[in-house]
Nanobody, 123 residues
Framework: QVQLVESGGGLVQAGDSLRLSCAAS??????MGWFRQAPGKEREFVAV????????YYADSVKGRFTISRDTAKNTVYLQMNSAKPEDPAVYYC??????????????????WGQGTQVTVSS
């Protein structure tokens, strides 16, 4: 069992940047994804990084603005959010997959989830 703890959420102005962190307990390395859920909407895929950090993949809505990365020494995955847009506000969740057999865009690709961190964008 791994525990995932997100942090870094808060209020950001449109056009500005914010970095979210997801710290994983233990030393096991996982494929890691970020999802988000806005009020009244389904949780949607944002980004994924493979276990070996070889592959990253992004939702079209964030491609070119968001970057997923990992600090292995800290067992922490980051989501750098640049050029925040009015459609970005949501609770952002990180997730871990023991084995990622697909692209990582589906929630059922993942085995563990964090509690989420709120991101708000002001215009």
């Amino acid at each position: 069992q791994v525990q995932l703890v997100e942090s870094g959420g808060g209020l950001v102005q449109a056009g500005d940047s914010l970095r979210l962190s997801c710290a994983a307990s233990g030393r096991t390395r996982y494929a890691m994804g970020w999802f988000r859920q806005a009020p009244g909407k389904e949780r949607e895929f944002v980004a994924v990084i493979s276990r070996a950090d070889i592959r990253t993949y992004y939702a079209d809505s964030v491609k070119g603005r968001f970057t997923i990365s990992r600090d292995t020494a800290k067992n922490t995955v980051y989501l750098q959010m640049n050029s925040a847009k009015p459609e970005d506000p949501a609770v952002y969740y990180c997730a871990a997959a023991i084995i990622l057999s697909r692209t990582g865009e589906r929630m059922d690709d993942y085995d563990y989830w964090g509690q989420g961190t709120q991101v708000t964008v002001s215009s």
